[in-house]
């Protein structure tokens, strides 16, 4: 129901850059894409989100593309401490515009 | 302050207990957001209130009962849980924009269920 497909898993190394990439391809004109974070045992954590244009921020860079039906996060400097769960959301306006998690990402970064 | 708290970080309860879980935010949020995430799942929408008002009941049981008695706080009241309901019980906060699809959720860290 979340309609983003994410891979299942991802493993990157420490130091190198994490890109992580999400289909949204019904998303319409006014549907932003966000991605959140979730360390194990702790509450989502709020990463970047955007509407049409690159984003970023003090922790990731977000690049749409021009159609947005897709996304990619970008980490450009992977730590341990990024190992978590990485979803992209999109705020569906046909469900309210709620915040609907789908399964995510498991980025390990190793070192 | 940007911190959205929730009291207890765990919970053990019996399934005749009556208990309560508290969030609170200090942020001017007017919107407030109650997820349940079972383990090795994604976050699901149980309730959102809007202006201390409920304004979404994702057709969760009444043994939930959301309560919102300021805009700072925000309370799930319990009665008669199962074992299944054991869980991970986040709350949220956001700004409350005229267009919803631009406004970010700071989410608590949660308060750890588990129902005997």
């Known amino acids: 129901d979340a309609k983003t497909t994410q891979p299942t898993s991802m493993d990157c190394a420490e130091g190198r850059a994490a890109n992580l990439p999400c289909n949204h391809s019904?998303?319409?004109?006014?549907?932003?894409v966000y991605w959140y974070r979730q360390i194990h045992s702790q509450g989502p954590q709020y990463i970047i989100h955007?509407?049409?244009n690159n984003e970023t921020n003090e922790m990731a860079s977000l690049i749409i593309t021009e159609d947005r039906k897709s996304s990619t996060l970008i980490l450009p400097h992977a730590t341990l401490r990024d190992t978590a769960v990485y979803y992209c959301?999109?705020?569906?306006?046909?469900?309210?515009?709620?915040?609907?998690f789908g399964a995510g990402t498991i980025l390990r970064v190793k070192s | 302050d940007t911190e959205v708290t929730q009291t207890p970080k765990h919970l053990v309860m019996g399934m005749t207990n009556k208990k309560s879980l508290k969030c609170e935010q200090h942020?001017?949020?007017?919107?407030m957001y109650w997820y349940k995430q079972k383990a090795k799942k994604p976050p699901e929408l149980m309730f959102v209130?809007?202006?201390?008002?409920?304004?979404i009941n994702e057709s969760v049981p009444s043994r939930f009962s959301p309560e919102c008695p300021n805009s700072s706080l925000l309370n799930l009241h319990l009665h008669a849980l199962q074992p299944e309901d054991s869980a991970l019980y986040l709350c949220?906060?956001?700004?409350?924009?005229?267009?919803?699809?631009?406004?970010?959720?700071?989410f608590g860290s949660g308060t750890q269920l588990s129902v005997l």
């Open positions: 949220a906060s956001s700004l409350k924009r005229i267009f919803p699809g631009n406004e970010k959720l700071f």
């Open positions: 019904t998303i319409s004109g006014n549907e932003y």
């Open positions: 955007g509407l049409k």
């Open positions: 959301i999109v705020r569906f306006i046909e469900y309210g515009n709620k915040l609907v």
């Open positions: 942020m001017g949020h007017r919107a």
């Open positions: 209130y809007s202006y201390e008002k409920l304004s």
